[in-house]
């Protein structure tokens, strides 16, 4: 049976539910997804050879890491092919391709205009994050928290700066550019006052956030995290620090499926944001023990953060991006698995008969709801995915892989390791 014939029986199967698999598709072209660049290069990016600090690191050293924009580019490129559908490229400040020697608090618009032409070239929308950690003024473990108003300042106009290249972006390219602000601020071991960083980064931001900008072309937004290694007992943008945050200034609250507690779901956030802010952006990622950057893989909690998406209706508000990073595998490889998984998530969802199903929980039918939402595992799902890819002209299962594998031999093994770090990240 071709792809096709098998769609057409599966279809069948879904209509006899009331749900309509080419519906579905046209669906699945509307949702984007927005992939991060540093899994081509384990998070160096092209400003300096300063380790990678702020609480996170990456472990691995598989051959064939991008040495240089063009490179990461050409991987890119390699990965978008495999991927279906129009996503977007989420940038990092250290990604800055230009041959001017600048700071972080130095940088313009000027200094991103590559991935610009190249992002109009491959259709891709971009996003945004200043990077506040890797640099030397990442001091004792603090950005824009830290005591040290020089520290601060320093952050402040690296925060202001990086909004005006998200600016840019979206003017250019036609499309919101989401700027996410993560700051790895945080003590190792318990601190006296708990209070005083968190006033001090509510301020900082205040005044990043102080220039009004087009919505239309940039929204900003804020990641929350637990803790990181070094930052163990305490974090200064800690969940409820920008939930209140996010909330009071109208900024779109980042949710990374890593930064919680270890059975503390992200899934189950999703409503109750939405209840409250206008936007969402999403960190998807895998935790593992105490790390939070695996590749996202099919398990529970992607799919239930897919059917919270569906189910209620938030995929209009949501920005995905996805956040992890594994030197141990082909990074190509890590890109379309994490991006594809993500997507299967979401049609997955949609693949359910939503109506009917709350329907039947209003009912009180909850035996029916627990034998239909079994019975929906055994559909055949990968049936409308297949069809979906063979549609968008990108490979079929998992036809993808001697396609990497060959890249891997003409491309990536011909590079070599630049900084030959083997490093090691968590959180
Ligand atoms: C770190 C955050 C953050 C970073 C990126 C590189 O714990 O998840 O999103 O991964 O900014
Ligand atoms: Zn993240």
């Known amino acids: 049976m071709t792809v096709k014939q098998r769609y057409e029986e599966a279809k069948k199967k879904y209509a006899a539910l ?37 609480g996170i690191s990456v472990t691995g050293n598989y051959p064939g890491a991008a040495r240089t924009p063009e490179e990461l580019r050409q991987d890119l490129e390699k990965a978008y092919a495999m991927i279906p559908g129009n996503h977007k490229l989420n940038l990092h400040a250290i990604y800055l391709d230009t041959e001017e020697q600048v700071d972080l608090n130095e ?21 945004f994050n200043p990077t506040f950690f ?86 900003d937004a804020v990641e929350s995290k637990l803790f990181g290694i ?25 949710l990374d499926a890593g930064h919680f507690h270890p059975t503390e779901v992200i899934s189950n956030k999703l409503s109750s944001l939405s209840l409250f802010s206008e936007g969402i952006l999403l960190h998807v990622s895998r935790p593992i023990r105490w790390d939070s950057d695996h590749v996202v893989i099919m398990d529970d909690e992607l799919q239930e953060i897919g059917r919270e998406l569906v189910r209620n209706d938030l995929l209009p508000m949501t920005n995905i991006g996805l956040d992890f990073f594994d ?18 998530a979401i049609m997955k969802a949609m693949l359910e008969p939503i109506e009917s199903l709350k329907e039947i929980e209003l009912s009180g039918d909850y035996t029916t709801r627990l034998a239909m939402i079994e019975e929906l595992k055994d559909f055949p799902f990968a049936d409308v995915w297949n069809y979906y890819c063979e549609s968008n002209g990108v490979p079929v299962g998992l036809d993808w892989l001697p396609e990497v594998k060959e890249y891997e031999k003409n491309i990536l093994s011909a590079r070599e390791a630049t900084a030959g770090k083997d490093s090691c990240r968590f959180s």
């Open 18 to 54: 009331g749900v309509d698999t080419d519906a579905v598709m046209e669906k699945m072209n509307e949702v984007k997804i927005s992939m991060h660049v540093w899994q081509g290069d384990d998070i160096k990016g092209f400003l300096s050879d300063a380790e990678l600090s702020g």
């Open 107 to 127: 940088i313009e618009p000027k200094h991103f205009e590559k991935w610009v032409s190249w992002a109009k070239e491959q259709g891709l929308g971009l996003d």
């Open 134 to 219: 890797s640099h030397p003024m990442y001091k004792d473990g603090f950005t824009l928290a830290s005591a040290d108003k020089e520290v601060r300042d320093f952050w402040i106009e690296h925060g202001k700066r990086s909004r005006k290249v998200a600016e840019y972006f979206g003017k250019e390219l036609g499309q919101v550019c989401v700027n996410n602000f993560w700051v790895p601020d945080g003590f190792k071991d318990n601190p006296i006052d708990r209070l005083a960083p968190r006033r001090r980064l509510m301020e900082s931001l205040d005044e990043i956030f102080s220039e009004k900008l087009d919505e239309q072309y940039t929204l």
């Open 230 to 254: 070094g930052a163990e007992a305490y974090t200064v943008g800690s969940h409820e620090f920008y939930m209140g945050y996010g909330l009071t200034r109208n900024k779109l609250v980042c």
């Open 327 to 344: 030197a141990t595998i082909n990074r190509v490889a890590a890109w379309v698995i994490g991006t594809r998984n993500t997507q299967k």
